[in-house]
């Protein structure tokens, strides 16, 4: 897989199996994946977010949505795509999802089954939270954080719809049997 990393500049590494099966194991244990379950997938699988995407919905037998190259492109068609999938859970950037929010809002808004926002790969802006929460639908939001170089993520923290005085969202804590 090709990360940036800390460096700025694309490099590939190498996740190891056990590394990513642990971490699998703990999101599964959790936030209780079942095969009801609607993963969407939008990311390059050189990308980490797409480990996440992928795996967890096929190792508990969920669905796997995936997004056209031309879809993943299209902020409205995107949105569009999420709601007649009715996905239940996204793994994005802060900046890719600000996108969707901003370009196709009435699409998120009708995504009546989303359970989990997973938000990775830069700092979630506290109004992006807010602007999520604010679409009204049933999902969470949790703000995750790893090297690429480790796993897909090690730290991981729920986020409440923020507060007037918020000014960042934490990293969050380290996640069980990940290293």
């Known amino acids: 897989m090709y990360s940036k990393g800390s460096t700025g500049t694309p490099k590939g590494v190498v996740l190891s199996q056990s590394n990513t099966q642990q971490m699998l194991s703990t999101l599964h244990h959790d936030y209780k994946f079942t095969a009801k379950d609607r993963f969407l997938h939008h990311s390059s699988i050189c990308f980490d977010l797409s480990i996440v995407q992928i795996f967890s919905a096929l190792t508990c037998g969920a669905r796997v949505c995936v997004a056209t190259a031309a879809t993943r492109k299209d902020p409205v068609a995107l949105s569009k795509y999420m709601e007649s999938s009715q996905v239940t859970v996204t ?89």
Do not use: C
């Not at 089954?113 to 997973?118: E, F, P, S």
């Open 91 to 179: 793994y994005f950037t802060p900046t890719q999802f600000a996108l969707l929010i901003e370009n196709a809002k009435p699409s998120l808004q009708n995504i009546r089954k989303y359970r989990i926002a997973y938000f990775a790969g830069e700092r979630l802006p506290v109004r992006v939270a807010r602007a999520f929460y604010d679409l009204g639908t049933p999902a969470v939001v949790l703000n995750t954080w790893s090297p690429s170089e480790l796993v897909a993520q090690t730290t991981i923290q729920q986020v409440e719809y923020p507060s007037e005085d918020e000014v960042s969202i934490p990293i969050g804590f380290p996640m069980a049997n990940t290293h």
